[in-house]
């Protein structure tokens, strides 16, 4: 979960939030009112409203944005939350089953605590990956230390100092 949240305000141009997307080379932002989520935009959202502008120059399109639509028009508000005891698994279950990438993740009082992207989900998985191939890297080198009265003498990362 990443809980430094990069979010927008409701009342925020949509200009602004395309050149978060663009700036921070992010994909979703929660839109807040207050600290309470109300909202989750994405750069898809937004670039749906300016979609059938025929070769649209950056200028054109920012002043399309700001002066046309507003973040109630392309946030999603059917928000899907978590809470924050939620567990990886439980973020695993509600991306996979959506149509989108992420989930917010609100506290007690429904506050926003933090986001977790399918990005992050990834990433984890990788590293679960990673960490069980290492244990089973571990577990089959000392079997074969073991089975030829090899011992131990250090480890670091996936090295074996080992006497015989």
């Keep these: 979960m990443t809980t430094e949240v990069i979010t927008v305000d ?9 050149d978060l997307f663009e700036s921070r080379s992010i994909h979703h932002l929660p839109v807040l009112d207050g600290q309470r989520p109300v ?25 399309m944005l700001d002066h046309q639509f507003n973040i109630d028009d392309a946030m999603t508000v059917e928000l899907d939350t978590l809470g924050v005891h939620a567990t990886v698994h439980d973020a695993a279950d509600r991306l996979s089953g959506g149509d989108y990438h992420s989930v917010v993740v609100v506290d007690a009082v429904g506050h926003l605590a933090g986001i977790v992207t399918s990005t992050d989900l990834i990433g984890l998985i990788g590293d679960d990956a990673w960490a069980e191939l290492l244990r089973w890297h571990d577990r089959e080198l000392r079997s074969a230390f073991a089975q030829h009265r090899g011992e ?13």
Aim: aromatic share 10%; charged share 25%; glycine share 6%.
């Design 152 to 164: 131990e003498v250090n480890q670091t990362g996936d090295g074996f100092f080992v006497a015989f």
């Design 39 to 63: 909202g989750m935009v994405s750069a898809t959202d937004v670039l749906r409203l300016v979609y059938d502008i025929e070769d649209p120059s950056d200028r054109m399109m920012r002043s």
């Design 10 to 18: 409701r009342s925020q141009a949509l200009s602004e939030v395309y």
